[in-house]
């Protein structure tokens, strides 16, 4: 028998099948063992604390120019309006968003828009509706 040696001893099956055991753990959040001794332990008092980007500071997935709350809004609306809409006016978009079964308050905000502008994604509805939009870097 042969030993192999290199970073791929056990192909793309094999890869695939531990990645596949950790999933549920990964995308928990949390903590998925019944026993609490199989837990990793946190750092000493004496150790530091583990950090994704030493040096740096982590923010969230808010753009600059926008709040949690817009990019939530912003998020909803393209997932009730989807891209086949675009380019769209204001009717378009209704008809879309009560097809789509989107919950009163976004339809509300959307019957605001003006008659007559055609609107080519969800970034002009939201400039249009007031709300704060993603400021792009160049």
Do not use: C, W
Not at 30 to 44: I, L
Request: hydrophobic share 30%.
């Amino acid at each position: 028998m042969t030993m192999q040696h290199g970073p791929n001893k056990g192909g793309p099956m094999r890869d695939d099948a531990a990645k596949e055991a950790v999933r549920s753990e990964l995308r928990a959040g949390r903590s998925t063992r019944a026993d609490d001794s199989r837990e990793a332990e946190p750092p000493g008092e004496d150790q530091p604390e583990a950090d994704l980007a030493p040096g740096t500071t982590l923010t969230g997935g808010t753009p600059p120019g926008m709040t949690p709350d817009d990019v939530g809004l912003r998020n909803e609306l393209a997932r009730h309006l989807g891209i086949s809409v675009y380019p769209a006016q204001r009717n378009d978009l209704l008809r879309t968003l009560r097809e789509n079964n989107a919950p009163d308050r976004l339809v509300d905000l959307v019957s605001g828009l003006p008659a007559g502008h055609t609107y080519d994604n969800v970034q002009e509805i939201m400039r249009a509706l007031g709300f704060g939009t993603e400021a792009h870097r160049t």
